[in-house]
Each structure stands twice: as C-alpha cells, then as structure tokens.
C-alpha cells in the first residue's frame, strides 16, 4: 500500500435508488461507515428497508451471519442534506443518469467535503472526465461502477478521467478489493466495456419487438435458450431500468456520433409513457401480475 493513500473509512452513497442502496449494502458489510442520502428523503426510508431485507435474504441463504447483518445494519445512517457528507473520505455519486443533475450534486458537495476526500460516479455512460472537470478535485475524481445488482454482481469497472491521479486510482483499487469485488479497467469512453456491449444488445432485442419480429415471449426465450443467457434481453432492460437504457443509447448516439447507436422508437415510448421496468411495475412486462404478463 502506498504511504499517499487516503484511509477510507466513511463512506458516502448520494442517490438512495437501486444502485444506491445496493452499494451502501455492501459497503456497510465491508465494515465502512455509510451516510446515504437522497433527493427525496422518503427514497432514503425506503432504501433503508430494503437493505435489510435483503441482508436478511442473506441471512437465509447463509451468505453472512445475523451478527455480520446487524453490524452492518448499524453502520448505515440516513444523510438528507448535503452538510451530513462532512465526515466522508469517499464519496460514490449514484443519483439519476443525468449529466447536469450529477454536476449540481458535486457542485453542491464542494463547501461540505474535505479536501482530501475522493468523488466517484456510479454512472453507466457518461464522461468521468468531463464530470470530473465540474468539481473542485479532478485528480481526486474516479468513476466507480457497480453492476446490478450490486451485493450480488462481483465485477465492478474503475474508469480514470484524464485528470485522475495515481493516488486515487490505487485508494480506488483497495477499496473495491476490500468490498470482495473484482476489478475490470476500462477507458473513458462512453458506456465503459459492459455497456458499451450490453446496452445496444437490448437496444437490439427492442427493435426486433419493434419490427414485429418477435413477441416479448419469443425474444427473450430465444436469447435465453438460443444464447444461453441467464436472462432474456427485455426482461433484463427491465431489471436495469428503460430510463436507464435509454440515457446510456443516448450516450454512445452523441457520444461515438454514429447511427448504429440510434435508441429504438418503443423505448422511448415506453420511457416517456413512465413504464420504466421493475421500479414502476411496468415495462416490457406487468409485475403487477405473478408471474408477470408480457405487454406487447
Ligand atoms: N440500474 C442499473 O442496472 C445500473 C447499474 C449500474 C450503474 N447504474 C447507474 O447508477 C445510477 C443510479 O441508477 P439507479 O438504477 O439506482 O436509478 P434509480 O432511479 O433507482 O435511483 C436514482 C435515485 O436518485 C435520486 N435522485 C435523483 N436526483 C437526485 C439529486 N439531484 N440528488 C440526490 N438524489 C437524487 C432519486 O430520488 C432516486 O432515488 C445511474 O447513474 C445509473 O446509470 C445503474
């Protein structure tokens, strides 16, 4: 370990949403201290819930013990404002896949954090270094990204933006080892590795429901036994979220500024018709039904 290291030991998670709350879970069983906060403070309650009855299905399956779950239960605390970020030496942005919602939140952390403290976006798409150039600590600004969901998936991409230092990179690395996580590097460019092969694979499967290829049924049975994949492509753009696929299709369209990225039509449909997958019930399937009904 190198002696310019920062010690991590409060961990900050902004944006209590699924990813977030999967992070703070998981950071938490780490041992690290956790402030959540989101938003919408209800977001944070939620959140909070759900973490435990998530460890509690880990209980279950005998992942971690009831002391481990209890420990880490304790460790997380609800942040509402941004003042309640003061004691963090990382701080993991993972609010809402918008570019200028998350420099406001940076923006907003600059009179609260210390200056040794690292800023890492969760983000899926979007710039590090650009998101990096709108705070007050480039060098100390990393991209961090978890996959969903987070307590369960082992890979996480550390993404350097042009300015980030060795020094945070190599704090960044031990943290994501200490979190029993495995590391893939990938480049600042739009969508990192996963994302950049995954996202356009739904985009796909959209377009093949789009043209009338193939019902929801039939894509996602297809790509399941045709493929082998543990998930069919519009049951898992489900899972991620359609706002979220749609913002990062929108990404790799202006980022790469080439057509083969262009979002399908129906996603943006289903996106602005507020069917956005899991979290609102509805998406390529109604989870108001069990099991759940295709809706196309
Ligand atoms: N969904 C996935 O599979 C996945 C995987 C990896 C990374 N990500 C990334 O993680 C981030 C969050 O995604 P999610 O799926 O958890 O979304 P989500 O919609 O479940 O949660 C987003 C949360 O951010 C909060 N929020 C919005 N604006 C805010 C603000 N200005 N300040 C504080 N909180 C704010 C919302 O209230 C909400 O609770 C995005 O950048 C996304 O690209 C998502």
Redesign the pocket.
Known sequence: MSGNMTTIKTVGV???????NGIAHVCALAGYDVLL????AA?IDAALETIKKNMTRQVHREVITQADMDAGVKRIKGAPKVGDFAPCDLVIE????QDD?KK??FADLRSTLKPTAILAS????ISITRLAATTDRPDKFIGI????PAPVMKLVELIRGLATSQETYDTSVAFVESLSKTIANAEDFPAFIVNRVLVPMINEAIYTLYEGVGSVDAIDKAMKLGANHPMGPLELAD???LD?CL?IMQVLYEGLADSKYRPCPLLVKYVEAGWLGR?TQRGFYDYRTDPPTPTR
């Open positions: 902004i944006g209590a949403g699924q990813m977030g906060g989101d938003a919408d977001r993972s609010i809402v896949e919602a406001k939140v969760n983000t899926s798409s990204h978890f996959m969903n899972f991620i979220g979220t913002s979290k």
